[in-house]
């Protein structure tokens, strides 16, 4: 019998590849649901009825979506973080999580070069100028000589540590729940970080203890021209903050992949700054990093949907325990 999948990743759905035979070929039946935006949970849920698995992106999966779920047995990320997915409530109902570390990034990595890149030389405001037909040619700077902190050190941290100390910066490195280092790479406390780096670059996971990491009292440690850069989680920015200390002139500027809302409003008021850039969530969106991730979203989905071991399931040792009665 076919399983029935949900796919609600936009970069799933729209590229095709393996993924697709794969998922085929291991008796799925596709039910593409990709919206232009992440899916809210009342969006989500009269979704989530009559399938086996499904392959999210940010949408927000909570506890009222598994609830409307009926046959549901795996929630497959379509990515690393599963911060919008209650993984309690999915273990509770017997529902595995699983997610893809690691397979994008390459492409996250790349993406927070070119934002040092684009803040060093501010090249969006002279694109931007350029095509209003202004001869804006702004003093930028180097990367070289200059020193990058990293704010967490997983895989995209050390990928982006690999390629700065190519380019000749010094790199700082502040994450609390790993030792790992690599040759060139001093590991420093966060105060410490924040007042030497002239690009501080945020790699952390969203959790309840990273939220708003960077809040005013740690945006005033900052030495002064300096950048801030996250390609991670909008929760780990206070944006109130951020605002004041752009609009001060404290900090010389910031880029992001991510706000608190993704999509934001309009009239988000750090959009309206010169010296603040956003992309909309776009790390991973290579089409290197959409076949990596992709591909291995299936695999988990179709391993778990067989029976078979994955080494991706994010809340095993919950699952466990509500199997086993011991869930406090």
Not at 3 to 16: C, Q
Not at 96 to 109: D, F, K, L, M, Y
Not at 147 to 174: D, H, N, S
Request: proline share 5%.
């Amino acid at each position: 019998m076919a399983f029935r999948i949900l796919v609600t990743a936009r970069s799933f759905g729209k590229v095709a590849g393996e993924h697709h035979t794969y998922l085929q070929a291991n008796d799925c039946e596709i039910v593409l649901h990709a919206a232009a935006h992440p899916l809210t949970a009342a969006e989500l849920a009269p979704l989530i009825a009559g399938v086996d698995g499904v392959i999210l992106g940010l949408d927000v999966c909570d506890a009222s979506v598994i609830a409307s779920a009926d046959r549901l047995k795996v929630i497959s990320r379509y990515g690393a973080g599963c911060d919008a997915v209650d993984l309690d409530a999915a273990a509770r109902h017997g529902i595995a999580v699983t997610n893809t570390p690691g397979a994008n990034a390459i492409g996250v990595a790349e993406l927070t070069l070119g934002l040092m890149f684009a803040l060093a030389r501010r090249l969006p405001t002279t694109i931007s100028a350029a095509r209003g037909g202004e001869w804006l040619r702004p003093t930028g700077s180097e990367l070289f000589g200059k020193t990058l902190g990293l704010v967490g050190f997983g895989m995209i941290g050390k990928e982006v540590a690999q390629r700065a100390l190519a380019l000749g910066l010094t790199v700082l490195t502040y994450d609390p729940y790993t030792s790992a280092v690599i040759p060139g790479v001093e590991r420093v406390d966060l105060p410490d970080l924040l007042r030497r780096a002239h690009y501080v670059s945020l790699h952390a996971a969203a959790t309840p203890e990273t939220h708003d990491l960077i809040n005013a009292e740690r945006l005033a440690l900052m030495r002064e021209g300096a950048y801030l850069i996250n390609t991670a989680r909008g929760s780990l920015v206070d944006e109130d903050a951020l605002y004041r200390a752009l609009t001060a002139g404290t900090l010389a500027g910031a880029a992001v992949d991510a706000l608190k809302a993704d999509p934001p409003p309009a009239d988000h008021p750090l959009l309206a700054l010169p010296n603040f850039f956003y992309t909309p969530h776009i790390g991973m969106t290579t089409d290197e990093s959409v076949r990596r991730v992709a591909l291995l979203a299936a695999h988990n989905l179709v391993a778990v949907l067989n029976g078979d071991p994955c080494a991706y399931v994010v809340n095993a040792a919950l699952l466990r325990q509500y199997a086993e009665g011991t869930r406090p």
